[in-house]
């Protein structure tokens, strides 16, 4: 067992964390709302801590997962300072590559390993301790913090050098936004024809059309209900991050532009905080 430090404790973080102490680890952590750090302390054999630096000065691992690039720097640049040498720093954050490689040679300057691992499957997959995490760094720091990193995980991956792990998110992302697109589409034709949404899923649903967002999230789209899931404002986020590794490629990415344009409709009825399966809103406003 391991003494970890976990920054951040979002809506992904907090159930990340709690199972870190399930698993047997001894975890501190933080996060800027230190009232948020307290209640996660009350619920769970950790210890909630003000200050980075006192938070990770022991660990044997600093997991991170905040917003963006600007607080991925700010808290790497007071947590890597003060961890010892040796220790390994996770990032969950989804972030830039440019952003992982930054900080990892903040890393390689202090002699600590570092990978860039962000995560996907949502709150569900982290409550559930059902996520997958894409890792970017080298083999020793993979092999040393996976087995930490399973007791949230069902998939735990290395993809490459550091930035690969944000690199193949950005591919994860890309396919979400033409799918969710494409499922909005067939959810809206469904229903101005006339069927039920729920017996087409049952008589496509294990056909080469099926998907997880369809399993998950036809159903809920075609009753309205978009007050869950991944927001829209953090999909933006990443799509931005996409577009713009998309144009420092050189690589065109027609469908993915365009979603994103139906993303900031959807911001723009109001729908900010909605679930990512909400551009079937957006259709239904057009009518």
């Given at each position: 067992?391991?003494n970890?430090?976990?920054?951040?404790?979002?809506?992904m973080g907090y159930?990340m964390?709690?199972?870190?102490?399930?698993?047997?680890?001894?975890?501190?952590?933080w996060n800027?709302?230190?009232s948020?750090?307290e209640?996660?302390?009350?619920?769970?054999?950790?210890?909630?801590?003000?200050?980075?630096?006192?938070?990770?000065t022991?660990?044997?691992f600093?997991m991170m997962?905040?917003?963006?690039d600007?607080?991925?720097?700010?808290v790497?640049?007071?947590?890597v300072p003060a961890?010892k040498?040796g220790?390994?720093l996770v990032?969950?954050?989804?972030?830039?590559?440019?952003?992982?490689?930054e900080?990892?040679?903040?890393?390689?300057a202090?002699q600590?390993?570092f990978l860039?691992a962000?995560?996907?499957g949502?709150?569900a997959g982290?409550v559930?301790?059902q996520?997958?995490?894409m890792?970017?760094g080298?083999?020793?720091?993979?092999?040393?913090?996976?087995p930490?990193i399973d007791?949230?995980?069902k998939a735990?991956?290395?993809?490459?050098p550091v930035?690969?792990g944000q690199?193949?998110?950005m591919?994860?992302?890309?396919c979400i936004?033409g799918?969710?697109q494409?499922?909005?589409e067939?959810?809206h034709?469904?229903?101005?024809?006339?069927?039920?949404?729920?017996?087409?899923v049952?008589?496509?649903g294990k056909g080469?059309?099926?998907?997880?967002?369809?399993d998950?999230?036809?159903s809920?789209?075609a009753?309205?209900?978009?007050?869950?899931?991944f927001?829209v404002?953090w999909?933006r986020?990443?799509?931005?991050i996409?577009l713009?590794?998309?144009?420092?490629?050189?690589?065109?990415?027609?469908?993915?532009k365009?979603?994103d344009g139906?993303?900031?409709?959807i911001q723009?009825?109001?729908?900010?905080?909605w679930d990512?399966?909400?551009?079937?809103?957006?259709l239904k406003?057009?009518?």
């Amino acid at each position: 067992m391991a003494n970890v430090a976990f920054l951040g404790l979002g809506v992904m973080g907090y159930p990340m964390a709690g199972h870190l102490v399930d698993a047997g680890h001894s975890v501190k952590v933080w996060n800027r709302t230190m009232s948020v750090a307290e209640k996660w302390a009350a619920e769970y054999e950790g210890e909630a801590v003000s200050d980075i630096a006192a938070a990770v000065t022991e660990a044997d691992f600093v997991m991170m997962c905040v917003g963006r690039d600007a607080d991925v720097l700010a808290v790497a640049g007071k947590a890597v300072p003060a961890m010892k040498k040796g220790a390994v720093l996770v990032d969950h954050t989804t972030a830039s590559a440019q952003c992982a490689r930054e900080v990892g040679e903040m890393c390689v300057a202090k002699q600590i390993g570092f990978l860039d691992a962000p995560i996907s499957g949502g709150e569900a997959g982290a409550v559930n301790g059902q996520l997958t995490v894409m890792c970017g760094g080298n083999q020793t720091h993979f092999d040393t913090a996976k087995p930490v990193i399973d007791a949230y995980a069902k998939a735990v991956k290395l993809m490459g050098p550091v930035g690969s792990g944000q690199l193949t998110k950005m591919v994860n992302q890309i396919c979400i936004a033409g799918l969710l697109q494409g499922l909005s589409e067939a959810v809206h034709f469904a229903q101005s024809a006339g069927l039920d949404v729920d017996e087409v899923v049952g008589a496509i649903g294990k056909g080469a059309a099926q998907s997880w967002q369809m399993d998950n999230r036809a159903s809920t789209m075609a009753k309205g209900e978009y007050e869950f899931g991944f927001a829209v404002d953090w999909m933006r986020k990443d799509l931005g991050i996409v577009l713009d590794a998309a144009s420092d490629l050189g690589v065109d990415l027609p469908v993915t532009k365009l979603v994103d344009g139906y993303y900031a409709d959807i911001q723009q009825i109001g729908g900010s905080r909605w679930d990512t399966s909400s551009l079937l809103a957006r259709l239904k406003s057009k009518n």
